[in-house]
């Protein structure tokens, strides 16, 4: 499993969600808070390569993944695919 980076704010539900996602179901994970790094929109939409209006962005590996609900159904998906 590639590493998951958030990059959001702790005042975020949705960002706080995506933590505890990838914590729930044990994803290794790196949280980027916007507020602590002093960034803001413009710097992530300069890391990921698309224009950001809200947050959490979220990448796997260096697949842009998108918002919480894309997260959430890229999960689903993944767990979707295993075999048990």
């Given amino acids: 499993m ?13 960002c706080v969600r995506a933590i505890s996602l990838c914590e729930s179901r044990n994803l290794p994970y790196t949280w980027v808070d916007m507020i602590e790094h002093n960034m803001t929109k413009a710097d992530i939409a300069d890391k990921i390569g698309r224009p950001v209006h809200t947050v959490p962005q979220i990448l796997v590996g260096d697949r ?16 979707a695919g295993k075999v048990h």
């Fill in 2 to 14: 590639d590493q998951v980076t958030i990059y959001g704010r702790s005042s975020c539900g949705f």
């Fill in 64 to 79: 842009y993944i998108g918002g919480y609900d894309q997260f959430a159904a890229w999960v689903r998906e993944q767990e």
